[in-house]
């Protein structure tokens, strides 16, 4: 269970997933071992970006979309879902911003596993948010 998890813990995992927008943002693509695991899978389908496997398939990913990729990641509403031994489940929700100052809101499921290294980030899905309450509105729209 979550809340049997130490503070440090705690603070290692919330400082892997800040620390990735830091290392996308200013382009320090080289650092991607110390968030992410060396058989990463990100998977980024829901926003039309496919899913990438690995260390070189993310850095090639982000190298080609170029100046199509966000200039800042934004993580923020951490919460650990679930752990056991060196394995954590993590939601979090996530605010991008593109050259253009559009904006928009994701949430990242993620898988973090615990090494010698300390705390990677083993899974990422990420789901955009498209619609308010998560489309619930939308179900009860004779209720208003």
Same mark, same amino acid.
């Given at each position: 269970?979550?809340?049997?998890?130490?503070?440090? &813990? #705690?603070?290692?995992?919330?400082? $892997?997933?800040?620390?990735?927008?830091? %290392?996308? +943002?200013? =382009?320090?693509? &080289? #650092?991607?071992?110390?968030?992410? $695991?060396?058989?990463?899978?990100?998977? %980024?389908? +829901?926003? =039309?970006?496919?899913?990438?496997?690995?260390?070189?398939?993310?850095?090639?990913?982000?190298?080609? %979309?170029?100046?199509?990729?966000?200039?800042?990641?934004?993580?923020?509403?951490?919460?650990?879902?679930?752990?056991?031994?060196?394995?954590?489940?993590?939601?979090?929700?996530?605010?991008?911003?593109?050259?253009?100052?559009?904006?928009?809101?994701?949430?990242?499921?993620?898988?973090?596993?615990?090494?010698?290294?300390?705390?990677?980030?083993?899974?990422?899905?990420?789901?955009?948010?498209?619609?308010?309450?998560?489309?619930?509105?939308?179900?009860?729209?004779?209720?208003?």
């Amino acid at each position: 269970m979550a809340r049997d998890m130490s503070i440090e &813990d #705690r603070q290692a995992i919330d400082r $892997t997933l800040a620390l990735q927008g830091h %290392l996308f +943002d200013r =382009g320090e693509l &080289d #650092r991607l071992e110390e968030i992410f $695991t060396p058989e990463i899978v990100y998977d %980024l389908s +829901d926003v =039309g970006a496919g899913t990438f496997e690995g260390l070189k398939a993310i850095r090639s990913g982000a190298l080609r %979309l170029g100046a199509g990729n966000p200039v800042a990641h934004h993580v923020t509403n951490t919460v650990i879902t679930s752990h056991q031994d060196d394995l954590a489940t993590v939601q979090s929700k996530g605010l991008i911003i593109m050259a253009d100052g559009s904006v928009s809101s994701v949430t990242h499921f993620d898988t973090l596993r615990r090494d010698d290294s300390g705390w990677r980030i083993s899974r990422r899905v990420i789901q955009a948010q498209r619609t308010p309450l998560g489309g619930l509105h939308l179900t009860h729209a004779g209720e208003r």
